[in-house]
């Protein structure tokens, strides 16, 4: 590694060379970030140990040997078991001048605040206390690992007299190992690490002595299979520095154990009762919770899209499409699958249903309100299925803490017709995006039934609070949507009396057609009004999802719009309240045909084969907009590489899509060559040739996606930016890209 152009911190004297202390200067010694590493050792065997390692360049058996030497800008590390800190603190103030910047890596820091009150009478502002998250059940100066921190946190609990140049000197120390510096509060410091990391301790070891001593048989360690091993990895860590641990944060640490004993003594009684449900409530939560995190630690979570690891795409021309495959599930059915199994009576299956961050989000929000959802595991025929155990409309639990729904503007619109109607309050929040879009909509039908709904300016978060009464309303759509009107549907489910709802152009209508599998029909009354009786008991069914039709118009237009192309997508959704996109092509001169035509859980499907055919510029007609929604972003480069002028009107609700979607696709196709006019509700696009250039998603999935797919037909590559959003309906996406011929990569930035 080459020398860094300054030294993170002077001298470096580690007091107690174990993993911890060992670890830090074997680091900064290995990356040449100290001018010297000094280790304060027990005995001349640990120091003969460490030199011959080299974790230190030099080791003294007393802080006294080396305290005049050192001054601003050099670094004390007290790496000490925790009771012991104390008296080295009180060392320290004897012996080293106050310039000296003093930190430690104690797991508890509200004991070593203490013991530095006893020494210093304060905390003196050159004593800046930390913990690095990042032990082993390794110990001993033997263990010292260099790279230990790297990729690790550290957390800082500063008081407000620390000193500024301290705190930046040990943040840079850290730094320099390659952790990531955290700053809390001592308290909470305590109180997080009580839970995470102490309480599991306390667990390991008891199990551990629980096996040893209780039941006395010595096979039972021979025949310890991984479960135990996995759980008990911790129990070998080092028992001083643990005693220590649960002395110094006992307050904490019994705050946590009782829950658990409590929690623990509940699992015991459900299991004597032989709770099938409980059992498998708490497993699932807790596979749940557990799965969501090491999906956080992998960067890649159901959080703000914004949170997720950054990606761009980089796509250019190439081969023709060829081959075939089956797009993942449906995101809308998806979504109306979990919803409506979580409120049926029974065991719900679906096969099929999307893993995205959308529809993993409903589905959280729904185990969030006590519904235990299983898988997706394998079934019998190797197919993945997830199982609902329905709760029945009233079954819901009140949540313990908002419900997040990320990007998904489905389920916070369903979701709202269903949690106005409940007894207990709730909350919905978002990611920026979806706290962006406009809620008034739902909002004004749902009080009219009684809901008490509250937010600002009609955006997310939504507080729902218990109704007084809710009643059926009519209701004319003053806009073409197909999640108000199945908000509607869903809150109807509550209301006293007939629910009737009107739309003036068609949606698509996946919660009329599943609530008729789920036992509760929706009546086509006259007049084109949709009645459901509130009251209505659902009850459980199988589901299968059929493919996504919107993530499969990317590949329609992607092999529309290359030469030589000819691919089949299997198994797609084509309601026809869903193919407008199909006429439109078809319009525009595309080669579609669908074969294997059949129904799938209520929904009609087919295979689909595109064939290239050059394309010609349309008016696109206004009775197709809404059963097209959708798939604009790719209609408007199937309309950018077609010959002539193609117009949309009558389209504005792409502006409140998950970003504005007439402005961002403009933008990109202009940044391409492309002439494009917009106007309110729609625009004008003039096909053309296009060069490649570096473009934006905006963090709109289907904007991403559909921009990827200029890259077919680009002289020149296209990159699109901030592509991870794709995420939200079709994490596959450049898997399946791939998979047909299209040249993309996506890149980690
Ligand atoms: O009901 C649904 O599943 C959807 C309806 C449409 O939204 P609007 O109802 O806002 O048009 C669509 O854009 C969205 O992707 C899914
Ligand atoms: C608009 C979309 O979804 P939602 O409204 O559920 O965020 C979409 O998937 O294009």
């Not at 969501?292 to 023709?320: E, N, Q, Y």
Request: aromatic residues 4%; negative net charge.
């Amino acid at each position: 590694m080459s020398e860094p152009e300054f030294k993170a911190v002077g001298k470096l004297v580690v007091i107690g060379l174990g993993l911890i202390g060992g670890s830090v200067s074997a680091g900064l010694r290995q990356r040449h970030a100290c001018q010297e590493a000094i280790g304060i050792v027990r005995d001349q065997a640990n120091a003969a140990l460490a030199l011959e390692r080299g974790v230190v360049d030099r080791a003294c058996l007393s802080l006294q040997e080396v305290a005049a030497e050192l001054g601003e800008g050099d670094v004390i590390f007290v790496a000490v078991p925790t009771l012991a800190i104390e008296s080295v603190l009180r060392d320290i103030h004897a012996l080293v001048s106050p310039e000296v910047t003093v930190t430690d890596g104690a797991s508890v820091k509200g004991s070593v605040r203490e013991a530095a009150i006893a020494a210093f009478g304060e905390v003196p502002s050159n004593l800046v206390l930390g913990h690095p998250i990042a032990g082993s059940e390794q110990s001993g100066v033997a263990a010292a690992n260099p790279s230990l921190y790297q990729k690790h946190r550290v957390i800082l609990t500063p008081e407000p007299s620390t000193g500024a140049a301290h705190i930046a000197r040990v943040t840079a120390l850290w730094q320099a190992l390659g952790a990531e510096v955290l700053s809390m509060s001592v308290s909470e410091h305590d109180e997080v690490l009580g839970a995470t990391s102490h309480l599991p301790h306390v667990i390991a070891y008891s199990l551990v002595d629980t096996l040893a001593h209780d039941i006395g048989n010595p096979n039972i360690f021979r025949y310890a299979a991984g479960g135990f091993r996995d759980f008990t990895r911790i129990a070998s860590s080092d028992p001083i520095m643990w005693h220590d641990i649960m002395r110094a944060n006992r307050g904490a640490v019994l705050h946590s154990l009782d829950k658990f004993v409590d929690n623990l003594l509940r699992l015991r009684d459900g299991i004597e009762r032989e709770d099938g449900e409980y059992l498998l409530g708490v497993f699932t939560r807790a596979k749940a919770a557990r799965d969501h995190f090491t999906r956080m630690l992998a960067g890649r979570t159901l959080k703000d899209s914004a949170a997720l690891t950054p990606i761009k795409f980089r796509v250019v021309a190439g081969a023709p499409l060829q081959g075939r495959l089956r797009v993942p599930g449906d995101k809308s059915i998806s979504h109306r699958a979990i919803m409506l199994g979580s409120l049926a009576n029974g065991k719900t299956t679906i096969a099929g249903l999307l893993e995205s961050e959308d529809s993993l989000a409903t589905l959280q929000a729904f185990r969030d309100m006590g519904v235990v959802i299983d898988g997706a595991n394998n079934d019998a025929t190797g197919e993945e299925r997830v199982t609902i155990y329905g709760v029945g409309l009233h079954g819901l639990k009140a949540p313990q803490k908002p419900l997040y729904l990320g990007n998904a503007g489905t389920s916070a619109r369903l979701l709202s017709g269903i949690l106005a109607a409940q007894t207990f309050s709730s909350t919905i929040t978002g990611d920026a995006s979806l706290s962006a879009r406009p809620m008034g909509r739902i909002i004004e039908p749902l009080s009219s039934m009684g809901a008490n709904i509250h937010s600002e300016s009609e955006n997310l978060p939504l507080t729902f609070a218990p109704a007084e009464r809710f009643a059926a309303i009519d209701y004319q759509l003053p806009l073409a949507s197909a999640q108000v009107k199945s908000c509607l549907l869903l809150a109807g489910l509550y209301a006293d009396g007939v629910t009737r709802v009107r739309e003036s152009q068609v949606t698509r209508d996946h919660t009329e057609r599943m609530l008729g599998g789920f036992g509760c029909q929706v009546t086509r009354c006259d007049e084109g009004w949709l009645a459901i009786d509130g009251g209505s008991e659902l009850q459980a069914c199988h589901i299968d999802v059929p493919g996504d039709f919107s993530s499969a118009a990317f590949f329609i237009v992607a092999a529309s719009i290359t030469p030589g192309s000819d691919i089949l997508l299997e198994h797609v959704g084509v309601n026809p309240s869903r193919t407008g996109a199909l006429d439109i092509l078809r319009l525009m001169g595309a080669d579609i045909a669908l074969l294997n035509e059949d129904t799938a859980g209520g929904e009609p499907v087919a295979d689909i084969r595109v064939r290239y055919r050059q394309l010609q510029g349309i008016s696109i007609p206004p009775e197709l907009v809404s059963r097209a929604i959708d798939e604009f972003p790719a209609l408007f480069v199937a309309a950018a590489s077609a010959r002539g002028v193609t117009e949309l009107s009558g389209a504005a609700e792409l502006r409140v899509k998950e970003s504005d979607r007439l402005a961002n696709m403009a933008a990109g196709l202009k940044a391409l060559g492309v002439s494009v006019d917009t106007h309110a509700d729609g625009l004008r696009i003039t096909g053309s040739a296009m060069q490649g250039a570096e473009v934006d998603s905006a963090g709109d999935h289907r904007v991403a996606m559909a921009l990827a797919l200029t890259g077919l037909c680009c002289d020149g590559a296209v990159t699109v930016d901030h592509a991870e959003c794709i995420a939200s309906s079709f994490p596959g996406f450049v898997a399946q890209a791939k998979q047909l011929g299209i040249t993309i990569e996506a890149i980690d930035c």
